[in-house]
């Protein structure tokens, strides 16, 4: 298993996630490696979703020798993805490789920068659009977004995610790096969510930022520095 409980979080130790991931923090590695780096990500970071947390059932097969016996992974029709837009595009690219009938959800969650940190830490979240599928009981729902910083964003985000909706069976929140503060944020507010992470950092420095972190996702995934 190289999924490995961290208490408030669980931390996928996978040696090519964290090649991966190595790669994206390198400040040298341009616009489209990043963007392929975090497909990758996505992908290996979905089969360790199946491999963790998902049961298997046992099937009856005809090869074209004779019948035997294998496995099957169950619920992969049951799986609902939302992209926290835009820095999760890719990462959910990567995602729908381990998950090809997935539902998805879309959400445009973004923090007031101007606005500055509050007391407590979190910034204004601006909501700008949600489009969700129905989300059942038996659903396995994955809240993808590459940086878990805060937490402000995606205890929004969750909040969208859970209005008027069951809770589903299992909901992940899976991020590339987190930062100690956000993850907190987040298990104390849902504490029904499984938080995944590749990579628990250092600290936020004093503009809300993961050290050492990864820069801006979005900006170096779309080029928009």
């Known amino acids: ?11 996928v130790t996978h040696a090519l996630a964290q090649d991966t991931l190595s790669r994206l923090r390198d400040a040298e590695t341009e616009q489209v490696g990043f963007r392929k780096g975090l497909v990758k990500l996505g992908r290996i970071c979905g089969y360790e979703i199946i491999d963790g947390a998902m049961e298997t059932e046992y099937v009856s097969i005809e090869t074209p020798l004779t019948e035997t016996t294998g496995q099957r992974v169950k619920g992969l029709d049951d799986v609902v993805i939302i992209n926290v837009l835009r820095a ?20 445009s969650a973004g923090r007031d920068e101007e606005a500055g940190r509050g007391d407590d830490g979190t910034f204004p979240i601006t909501i700008d659009y949600v489009k969700l599928p ?22 929004a985000v969750l909040d969208e995610v859970l209005n008027e909706q069951p809770n589903p069976e299992d909901l992940f929140v899976l991020s590339a790096v987190s930062a100690p503060e956000g993850l907190l944020r987040v298990d104390d507010e849902f504490d029904e969510c499984d938080l995944l992470t590749v990579a628990i950092d250092d600290e936020l420095n004093d ?15 779309f080029r928009t520095t």
């Open 134 to 155: 129905e989300i059942q009981e038996k659903d396995t729902v994955i809240v993808a977004d590459p940086m878990l910083a805060t937490g402000s964003t995606m205890c």
């Open 1 to 11: 298993m190289t999924i490995e409980d961290r208490g408030d979080a669980k931390l």
């Open 88 to 107: 999760a595009t890719p990462f959910v690219e990567g995602l729908l490789k381990a998950f090809p009938r997935a539902k998805q959800g879309v959400i």
């Open 207 to 221: 503009e809300g930022f993961i050290v050492p972190g990864l820069g801006d996702a979005g900006d170096r995934a």
